[in-house]
């Protein structure tokens, strides 16, 4: 059994609120992470945990032990009764935890019934962080849903691609995506064909003959699901002309190289796009990072100039700001870090940080230059 980095913090949230809501993309390990807490564990997509609840519930809110109510966003009539519970002790913390794989329609519920009475933690799929560096190459080809092969099952690429199937058929028409399977598959590809680039709505549409409209809302389901990411640009008060567009990521790399074709790391590096691969699983692991530690006020940007200046993660703090560019390479030049630290003057940066696979570590006046693992010790050591 991992340790997920996030047990401090959802322990840390109970004690401190009611209830908290644990979200999360299926199978990326909320129900167990959910059980190791203990309590009385609750699946509310079935029929008889739904009746279970429903005919217990005065013995349940009475007692002391933590009810866990899985994909609670199935089951809305609950939402009321949890306020009504919590209300009539609103002394008394630890007492819900609620686990969904589906933002909006969780956030829905929380926000017409226990707004102020819940704090909300994201659980990642598994990170570097967890599994450790010396599986680094195994975590960035199958990615890190536990039973996808990171933990060394051959299971890649044949669980990625069950688990897309699912998603399409099943789940993302029942929590409403209004979208035919074969289109939904069709989309999810070409967001992988364009990952990380800058979102172009009326491109995917016309090659899907559909609206611009149509397809930012199947997006939006997509993303409220945790398959995509949509990295907002920075904007800062530079000379220049900035690209207000978003840059989407596939999340999970996993499921970025199943839905892509690659299953093996030798036929992942002779890609061409491979380095956005990379990035994209860099920048995931840093956000991944952040939110298994609290911080989830340190919020992430990316930035670029119309005349192609770019920094490929911003991290901003208020008071902090981190320029991050990401390099698929052992050896990074010089001139990277003159560019970089350049393009961090444009943000006001206070860290410029080159992110590479170098074994040789550098940390001059806030430029520094090292590898995935060294990058996530700078963020543990800093005082957010």
């Known amino acids: 059994m991992i340790d997920r980095a996030i ?3 959802v322990e840390k949230r109970l004690a401190d609120f009611p209830a908290v809501a644990l979200l999360g993309a299926r199978q990326s390990g909320k ?11 609750y699946d509310l997509e079935t029929d008889a945990d739904r009746l279970k609840v429903d005919l217990n519930w005065d013995r349940l809110v009475s007692g002391t032990r933590l009810i866990v109510l899985d994909e609670a966003q199935a089951f809305p009539e609950i939402f009321p009764r949890i306020r009504s519970a919590i209300d009539q002790m609103r002394g008394r913390n630890g ?6 794989s589906v933002a ?11 707004a102020g009475r819940l704090a909300m933690v994201e659980l990642h799929p598994l990170s570097l962080q967890e599994i450790g560096v010396a599986e680094i190459d195994r ?44 289109v939904t598959e069709r989309f999810l590809k070409m967001i992988a064909a364009v990952h ?85 699983f860099v920048v995931e692991q840093i ?30 703090a208020g008071n902090e700001r981190w320029a991050i560019e990401v390099k698929l390479s052992s050896n990074p030049s010089v001139g990277d870090m003159e560019r970089l630290g350049k393009v961090g003057g444009m943000i006001g940066a206070t860290k410029r940080i080159l992110v590479s696979r170098t074994l040789e570590c550098m940390d001059e006046n806030d430029s520094v230059s090292t590898n995935l693992s060294g990058m996530l010790d700078l963020l543990g050591e800093f005082k957010w």
């Open 7 to 9: 047990e401090p913090v």
């Open 196 to 280: 990380g680039s800058t979102w172009n709505a009326s491109s995917i549409a016309k090659s899907l003959g559909l609206n611009h409209q149509t397809v930012n809302t199947y997006l939006d389901y997509l993303e409220g699901a945790y398959l995509v990411r949509r990295l907002q640009p920075y904007f800062a008060n530079a000379k220049k002309r900035l690209v207000k567009r978003p840059k989407v990521f596939v999340r999970d790399t996993g499921l970025l190289h199943a839905l892509l074709g690659i299953s093996s790391v030798d036929r992942l590096l002779s890609q061409p796009w491979v380095g956005v691969s990379w990035e994209g």
């Open 95 to 100: 007492r819900f935890l609620l686990l969904g």
């Open 287 to 316: 956000i991944s990072f952040l939110h298994s530690n609290g911080w989830g006020h340190v919020q992430p940007y990316y930035f670029r100039t119309s005349d192609r200046y770019e920094i490929d993660l911003v991290l901003d």
């Open 139 to 182: 975590l960035w080809l199958c990615g890190g849903f536990p039973d996808g092969g990171v933990l060394g099952t051959d299971t890649m690429p044949e669980w990625q691609q069950n688990y897309l199937a699912l998603l399409v058929q099943r789940d993302l028409p029942q929590w409403g995506l209004p979208s035919k399977p074969q």
């Open 104 to 114: 909006p329609a969780l956030m829905r519920q929380v926000s017409e019934s226990l």
């Open 31 to 41: 129900t167990t992470l959910a059980k190791m807490l203990g309590g009385e564990y």
